[in-house]
């Protein structure tokens, strides 16, 4: 196993999800401090531990008791690295004297070097080429747009088809 320091946590919601709460209309999860620890196994499976403010835990709790998976992007070791995707579940929210800790479980979806690629083949087979290529791919790569999410949303549809979660709760 290796353990690596957890520098941004980030949910990929459906816009609907999130019409009706204003708190959470942003992605990104503000860190207190977290780990991730790879557990080097065939199923690229990481634990992951993100220390948050007291306002989370209502949120976070639904999602434990209800162990609903979800979409998220990480980034280890320096802000300035590119994010992985993984499907999560929460494992459990602990209730810490100034904070909470929320253990999630997940399962790598994609690499930043899996999603370029999938990104550039999808802008070919729209028939992009020679500068018009290079432009909207750099265009969509920072935009992280409708293009992405729909990438997106097909690697967590073939995570869930190979079953990773289909388990009863813990």
């Known amino acids: 196993m290796k353990t690596f320091k957890l520098c941004s946590l980030a949910m990929l919601f459906d816009n609907e999800e999130l019409q009706d709460d204003k708190l959470y209309q942003g992605k990104d999860i503000p860190l207190v401090d977290g780990l991730i620890i790879n557990k080097e196994e065939a199923e690229k499976n990481w634990l992951i531990e993100a220390v948050l403010t007291n306002e989370w835990k209502p949120f976070f709790d639904e999602y434990e008791a209800n162990q609903q998976q979800f979409m998220t992007e990480v ?23 100034e904070y909470i800790s929320v253990h999630f479980e997940g399962v790598l979806v994609m690499k930043k070097d899996d999603l370029s690629d999938m990104l550039l083949k999808n802008l070919i087979n729209e028939g992009y080429s020679g500068e018009a290529l290079f432009k909207e791919f750099k265009k969509r790569k920072r935009d992280r747009g409708k293009a992405i999410q729909g990438i997106l949303n097909t690697a967590y549809e073939q995570v869930k088809q190979k079953g990773f979660y289909d388990e009863e709760p813990s």
């Open 75 to 97: 980034t280890i070791t320096k802000k300035t690295n590119d994010p992985a995707t993984l499907v999560c579940k929460v494992l459990h929210v602990h209730k810490l004297k």
